[in-house]
């Protein structure tokens, strides 16, 4: 690890998807917070965050507060408007009012299930900015994209364009996630993470400037399990993953959360 990559702070994030009502949210995030305080998680190491539906975050956030929990809020999605006659949709003024740190944006489950280009993906990644919010902007190549043009291709231009609007000192959490690893079983190499996660740190070093580059935390997303965590945590670029599936049990979550120990092996 260079000096830079020891200086950001990993993030593990769990994304929910549209999984758990706010029953179940609730139950989860104890049964988490009790597990990692079991283990004496130092949350100043490892960041934890979860992504749940809309309709779970005032339980989550009002849990979080009551027992003040050092585990992060996040929403999956914005909308890239302000306020008004948007039927459906959730502004980012609302998701901090709930105590919000962060916000995905430019899902690839967005983008290709609700036709989202990327300059909606800017917009989100601007209204999120302008709340106080970090945009988790994700990127990511389909199986076609990997043979037509390559890895880093896609979400090289996926990334300038979600961060064209944006402010150039603005705070961005890259997720890198390839369509084809997502909820497919098959993750990507540790190597391969890590050669788009760097051109993607190069990208923004070009864009940017080198603060934002050191700074900015890159995470793997796409089948990373309690199995798999380590081999991508040991790669210099990537700052932490964003996971799906695996943070739907506390137990599994919990593991991929202390991914230290298995990286040094302790
Ligand atoms: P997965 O999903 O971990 O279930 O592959 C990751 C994601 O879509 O963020």
Known sequence: MNASAAQRTPIIAGNWKMN??????????????????DVRHDYGQVEVAVFPPFTDL??????????????????????????GAYTGDVSAQMLAKLEAKYVIV??????????ESDETVGLKALAAHRAGLVP??????????????GAAAIPL?????AIAPLPADAEIVVAYEPVWAIGSGQAATPE????????????????RGDSVADATRI???GSVSS?????????????????????????????IIQFPKHVTGS
């Open 219 to 221: 995470l793997y997303g």
């Open 106 to 115: 430019g899902h690839s489950e967005r983008r290709h299930g609700h036709g």
């Open 227 to 255: 199995q798999n965590i380590a081999g991508f945590m040991r790669q210099a670029d990537v700052d932490g993953a964003l996971v799906g599936g695996a943070s739907l049990k506390s137990d599994e979550f919990s593991r």
């Open 136 to 149: 988790m902007i994700c990127v990511g190549e389909t199986a076609e994209d990997l043979d037509e043009h």
């Open 192 to 207: 391969q993470a890590q050669d788009v996660a760097r051109t993607l740190r190069d990208s923004l070093r070009d864009l």
């Open 20 to 37: 758990l009502d706010h029953l179940q949210a609730i139950a989860l995030v104890q049964k988490l917070s009790w597990g990692l305080k």
């Open 58 to 83: 005032r339980s989550v956030q009002t849990l979080l507060a009551a027992d003040k929990l050092s585990i992060v809020l996040g929403a999956q999605d914005v909308s890239p408007h302000e306020a």
């Open 157 to 161: 231009a996926q990334l300038a364009a």
